[in-house]
């Protein structure tokens, strides 16, 4: 394919264009002929425009080394096969270069297929950015030259120039082209994509949006500053176009007015409040989510959708009646309820049947094909089963998830959401209640020495163990960030104990020593872990705390808490006043003395029947029937409520990327923590869609009272949301009824 590229950055520059290089040499890698024309200077805020009157003149110029400014310009081109890449640089517009480009220059390399204008040193989403673009300029005056055209912008967040986020932008970029090229729709003249320069963006959804329309809200886009003596008004080349024209101001002529000069000062501060206040669906919001987005265009001025044609009827009078509001309209609403487990289902219809009114909700077994956009659709499913594409295109639908939540649910994210915090926030209370934690990456055992480069704490750590007795050393814990149900979970306090454990995950593993496959293949843990090889890539590792709070009348087994949370909208956080406590299958006893995981793990899911039915009390219990005094009860709460709080906020206002809360989405949460023998509580791990099964007949009445909660508050406000938030205002107030504690309460921007 024979691409012409253009831009409005000009030629390769670490200052002012930066992307142009990386992404003409994959385009080329592609196996496309690249043929870039470019303006000899940035260009930016130019629009469609040309230089009407001038003499538009080429020079030469021939790139140097990628990420460089060692390029050479030439006034002469260079003779043939005298060098390998010669690009050419006009002193004119984008939108000059598109035309020039087409009909003057290249004329041996074949007809263009397609035109390319980009990747701008910049996001061009929502109208604002888009109507003043040289980028989407250079595209439009491709596309009405009859050439398929896209404009291709980079929404960068730091002006480092990471080769590698550039490169995997680069690379997305040129894939998202070559579909758009193989399935260009009949109705489409151009196309803007915008490209987040963020990590693994090629691994993130690519959304077709709209161009979000928003307008300047904060006053004039100029700065006033002081006029330098001598200035004069620069010469108006219009009469030479309009010979005709019978008018012409001179700002000599006036009288009054007071001499200063103006600065291109736009408040950018309204493109983000806008896109903060819009709803999911467009370029601007896309960008916000970590999306790549492609907004299909056509090369005019479009009429409004609410355009009548024909006659304008003028009053006859200066008075302008008001229009009536609308008449109120009865809205359906549906419910589709597959919760996939026979658990939670009942407990489900039945908070659905008790907190609201049956005669306005209609069960479904299935979403209704061709939903009316006036009625309401209440979708509580499993994750896997959320069309979210569907639900990002409506805003009358209720889930039970968000889109993403890694930064709370995946281990290692995890990590980093609370170190991020940390970082802006270094006496957050979270300090108290997250152990320091150290991540790293590991395929084979062999690599260990790598992997642990960096983790300093933990080098020290093996050196004062080295020289002490077991039972004084201090005790790690090792946890696969990807697995759950304690899954790969081990406990140590060397590096020879560390590397022991992927050196028998990968004895076991197939394709080792004595197996029929004869492939290297990475650590996988024994069948008796139950866990994914893609699971055994990313670790964490944490202090183990040792000792936890123990109980005489519950043989002092080890415990953790389970607090179901429920997160609803964007964002509001509930915590369940009412906790489980799950035990171990065996009396605890330090990791010194021993590491079995029925003495260390308090999962549950892990325990043998046969052994639980040996104990006196069932591993379930309720916090408030726990031997602890209503004080020592309360200042549980009261840790984890206000943790809990900042966890989530952390998550939501540092890591946006990987926690993309929804107006129309709400999710339960199952947060883990363990009590120390001090009574503090440290947070172990944040799980979605958690197994309520393992609640036991114990747990059963909190479980059904936290889905009460989300149907009343989550569902309820949702059903009333056209009442100004009456309907979210009403449904806190009785929070205390489902035994739920409001934690956070902030405004993500998000409608």
Not at 195 to 217: D, F, G, K, M, R
Not at 221 to 242: L, M, T, W
Not at 582 to 609: E, G, K, M, V, W
């Amino acid at each position: 394919m024979h691409i012409l590229v253009t831009n409005d950055d000009g030629p390769p520059s670490q200052q002012s264009s930066p992307y142009v290089h990386s992404f003409v040499k994959i385009l080329q890698e592609a196996g496309n002929t690249v043929s870039v024309i470019l303006p000899h200077q940035q260009r930016s805020w130019i629009g469609k425009a040309h230089f009407v009157g001038q003499v538009t003149k080429p020079s030469y110029f021939r790139p140097g080394t990628l990420h460089k400014d060692d390029g050479t310009t030439h006034e002469r081109p260079a003779q043939p096969n005298e060098i390998a890449e010669e690009w050419v640089l006009v002193d004119g517009t984008p939108a000059s270069c598109a035309q020039l480009g087409l009909y003057h220059f290249f004329q041996d390399r074949g007809p263009v297929d397609l035109v390319v204008s980009g990747p701008n040193y910049g996001r061009n989403s929502t109208s604002l950015f888009s109507l003043s673009s040289g980028t989407v300029g250079g595209a439009m005056e491709a596309a009405v030259c009859g050439k398929r055209s896209i404009a291709l912008s980079f929404a960068f967040y730091s002006r480092d120039h990471d080769p590698k986020l550039i490169a995997g932008a680069s690379r997305h970029a040129v894939r998202v082209i070559e579909h758009l090229y193989n399935n260009w729709a009949a109705d489409v003249d151009l196309y803007s994509i915008n490209i987040p320069l963020i990590a693994e963006v090629e691994s993130h959804p690519t959304l077709y949006t709209n161009a979000l329309q928003n307008y300047w809200t904060s006053g004039s886009s100029f700065e006033e500053i002081p006029a330098s003596e001598g200035d004069q008004v620069p010469e108006i080349h219009e009469k030479e176009i309009r010979e005709d024209s019978q008018f012409r101001t001179s700002v000599n002529a006036a009288v009054g007015h007071r001499h200063r000069h103006f600065k291109w000062a736009p408040k950018f501060g309204d493109i983000q409040k806008s896109v903060d206040a819009s709803s999911p669906g467009n370029d601007g919001w896309a960008l916000s989510q970590g999306f790549s987005s492609v907004t299909p265009l056509k090369a005019n001025f479009m009429h409004s959708s609410s355009t009548v044609l024909g006659e304008l009827k003028l009053s006859s009078s200066l008075e302008i009646p008001l229009l009536a509001d609308p008449p109120p309209t009865s809205r359906k609403v549906y419910a589709f309820i597959d919760y996939e487990d026979n658990y939670v289902q009942p407990l489900l219809l039945e908070a659905l049947k008790n907190q609201l009114p049956q005669t306005s909700i209609h069960i479904v077994t299935s979403i209704p094909k061709d939903l009316d956009p006036s009625a309401l659709l209440i979708q509580i499913v499993q994750y896997e089963a959320i069309d979210f594409e569907y639900l990002l295109s409506r805003h009358n639908i209720l889930v039970n998830a968000y889109i993403t939540r890694k930064a709370l649910i995946r281990k290692h994210y995890l990590a980093n959401t609370v170190s991020s915090w940390f970082s802006k926030h270094p006496r957050s209370l979270l300090q108290l209640h997250v152990k320091p934690t150290l991540d790293f990456d590991l395929d084979y055992a062999e690599f260990l020495d790598d992997a642990l480069l960096e983790a300093y704490e933990l080098h020290e750590s093996f050196a004062r163990n080295a020289n002490v007795a077991p039972e004084e050393r201090e005790w790690w814990i090792l946890k696969p960030s990807m697995s759950d149900r304690g899954q790969g979970v081990r406990l140590f306090s060397s590096e020879s104990a560390l590397r022991s454990i992927f050196e028998e995950w990968e004895a076991e593993a197939p394709g080792s020593e004595g197996s029929e496959d004869e492939e290297d293949d990475p650590i996988v843990p024994s069948e008796k872990d139950g866990i994914m090889t893609s699971h055994l890539r990313h670790f964490v590792v944490q202090p183990y705390i040792d000792p936890p709070r123990l109980f005489p009348e519950l043989q002092n087994r080890k415990f953790h808490l389970r607090s179901y949370v429920l997160a609803v909208g964007a964002l509001r956080v509930y915590v369940a006043q009412e906790m489980l406590a799950l035990f171990a299958s065996r009396p605890y006893c330090p990791p010194s003395a021993s590491t079995d995981r029925d003495i260390h793990l308090t999962n549950t899911c892990l325990q043998d029947p046969a052994t639980v039915a040996n104990i006196n009390n069932d591993s379930v219990h309720l916090l408030s029937k726990l031997p602890l005094s209503a004080a020592e009860q309360w200042s549980i709460r009261d840790q984890i409520s206000a943790a809990t709080g900042e966890l989530f906020e952390a998550a939501a206002r540092g890591q946006m990327l990987y926690f993309q809360t929804l107006p129309n989405a709400f999710e339960i949460f199952g947060v883990d923590w363990l009590v120390d023998k001090d009574g503090r509580c440290w947070l172990l791990e944040v799980n979605a869609f958690p197994d309520f099964q393992q609640s036991g007949v114990e747990g059963k009445g909190v479980v059904k009272g936290v889905w009460e909660a989300a149907v009343g508050i989550a569902v309820g406000g949702f059903l009333g949301a056209g009442e100004g938030g009456q309907a979210h205002r009403e449904a806190d107030k009785d929070e205390k009824r489902w035994g739920m504690r409001k934690v956070l309460d902030i405004d993500l921007g998000r409608r």
